[in-house]
C-alpha cells in the first residue's frame, strides 16, 4: 500500500515547515513573496504619485495659494502674517 505523498504531488500552498520544503519549493515561495511584496510597493507608489499630483494646472506656487485660500476661507479665527487680504468672491 503506497502513502498519499507517493500517489499525489503535493502543493506548493501545502503549509509546512521552512526546512521540511525541497530547494524547488523554498525558490518558489521566495519568488511568490518578492512578487507579493514588489506589487504591493509598486501600487503604493502608484498611488501616491496619482494623490501628489494636482487636479489644475500650476506649480508649487499655484499649490500654495490654493492651501492658503482653503485655510483662511474655513479656518475660523485664523491669521495670516505678511499676505494681502484676499478677496471674497
Known amino acids: 500500500m ?3 505523498e507517493e500517489i499525489y504531488e ?3 500552498i501545502d503549509p509546512r515547515v521552512q526546512g521540511e ?3 524547488r519549493e523554498k525558490r518558489a515561495v ?3 513573496r518578492k512578487k507579493a511584496k514588489k506589487k504591493a510597493r509598486d501600487t503604493l507608489e502608484s ?3 496619482k494623490f501628489a499630483r494636482t ?3 500650476g ?3 499655484a ?3 490654493a492651501a492658503l485660500r482653503s485655510v483662511v476661507k474655513t479656518g475660523k479665527g485664523v491669521t495670516v502674517v505678511g499676505k494681502k487680504l484676499l478677496k471674497k468672491r
Open 21 to 23: 520544503l525541497s530547494p
Open 59 to 61: 506649480g508649487i506656487k
Open 55 to 57: 487636479k489644475e494646472a
Open 2 to 4: 503506497l502513502a498519499p
Open 30 to 32: 521566495r519568488s511568490k
Open 47 to 49: 498611488s501616491v504619485g
Open 10 to 12: 503535493r502543493s506548493i
Open 63 to 65: 499649490q500654495k495659494s
